[in-house]
């Protein structure tokens, strides 16, 4: 069974711009959440996804917004990158909510 | 309450020798707690894994030794080997909706030496 996979792996952009990242689950898993990992901060939780409905979100600002399909896959958007923005952003997918997470490779992204 | 603290930051351990990595919660509804290895450049791998009604669970070199009483849990990687260097996270979920359902600890930074 493949794994969790994110796209694209790395991302340059500049402050004020936006950017879209993309998780596919686990075949099968309907749960996803993302995370915020820098090595001052450790993981952070975003947001987390069910059946294309947002269960739960993270002290984050409204910058930071997200969104399942139909096929569990999900979306996240950050809109006016801040430099403090850069960070490598991870997925997890699981069955269901509070179930196991199997997470992604992460997307790297770095805001100049 | 929905924090987990975790401890030591780093850890330094020659080959051959156990590693361990404490940590501690304060929720008692907390029902799951997994313990995540990651490698830089890479994303959290699951470990092991334990419910509270075990005290330890054992997988190859990997044991997790919970006690439920203090609200502690601990994973103890014996005979630790080079390959072992990574960046372990310890986490704790809740079973219903209560805002975040898994809490991560801070990370240890393993470095095994040869």
């Known amino acids: 069974k493949a794994g969790v996979t994110q796209t694209p792996r790395y991302l340059i952009k500049t402050r004020g711009q936006q950017v879209t990242l993309s998780c596919s689950p686990i075949?099968?898993?309907?749960?996803v959440s993302w995370y915020q990992q820098t090595p001052g901060q450790g993981l952070q939780f975003l947001f987390e996804y069910f059946s294309e409905t947002q269960r739960n979100k993270g002290n984050f600002p409204g910058r930071f917004s997200g969104r399942q399909f139909s096929n569990s896959r999900s979306e996240m958007n950050v809109s006016t990158l801040e430099l403090g923005d850069s960070a490598l952003y991870l997925c997890a997918s699981s069955l269901y909510p509070s179930d196991t997470q199997y997470f992604g490779p992460g997307t790297r992204l770095t805001v100049l | 309450q929905q924090q987990v603290k975790q401890s030591p930051q780093s850890l330094i351990v020659q080959k051959g020798g156990i590693s361990i990595i404490n940590c501690a919660y304060e929720n008692t509804a907390f029902d799951y707690f997994p313990w995540y290895q990651q490698f830089p450049g890479k994303g959290p791998a699951l470990l092991i894994a334990?419910?509270?009604?075990?005290s330890e669970k054992k997988e190859g070199r990997f044991t997790i030794s919970f006690n439920k009483s203090a609200k502690q849990f601990s994973l103890h990687i014996m005979d630790s080997q080079p390959g072992d260097s990574a960046t372990y996270f310890c986490a704790a979920s809740i079973p219903d909706n209560y805002g975040q359902n898994f809490v991560f600890g801070p990370g240890t930074r393993l470095s095994v030496l040869p």
């Open positions: 334990i419910r509270p009604d075990v």
């Open positions: 075949s099968g898993h309907r749960s």
